[in-house]
């Protein structure tokens, strides 16, 4: 079984979504911008600028994550010492 077909997956997939939509709820209305940048000129370009800084932010960290746990780094086993 790989990391795709896990549980853990729909989980982080989730989590990202909560974290990829969280500024259109929150942080747009906060600035003035309105709900999913409604009040902006072009909301459609808002939005696609979000999902880019998300992607361009998000992409390296999680290949970096793969590519660590792929060589060992960060397992919990390997951090226990023996007794």
């Known amino acids: 079984m790989g ?5 853990l997956f729909s ?7 909560v974290l ?8 747009q209305p906060a ?3 309105g709900f999913m940048a409604a009040r902006t ?3 459609g370009t808002v939005r696609a600028i979000n999902v880019r800084a998300r992607g361009l932010w998000s992409g390296p960290l999680s290949r970096r ?3 660590a746990r792929r060589r060992g780094i960060g397992d ?3 951090r226990r010492r023996p007794a």
């Open 3 to 7: 990391f795709y077909s896990s549980w």
């Open 11 to 17: 989980r982080v997939l989730a989590f990202a979504i």
């Open 20 to 27: 990829l939509v969280a500024p259109w709820f929150v942080i």
């Open 31 to 33: 600035l003035g911008f």
């Open 41 to 43: 000129p072009s909301p």
């Open 65 to 67: 994550h793969h590519l």
């Open 76 to 78: 919990r086993q390997s």
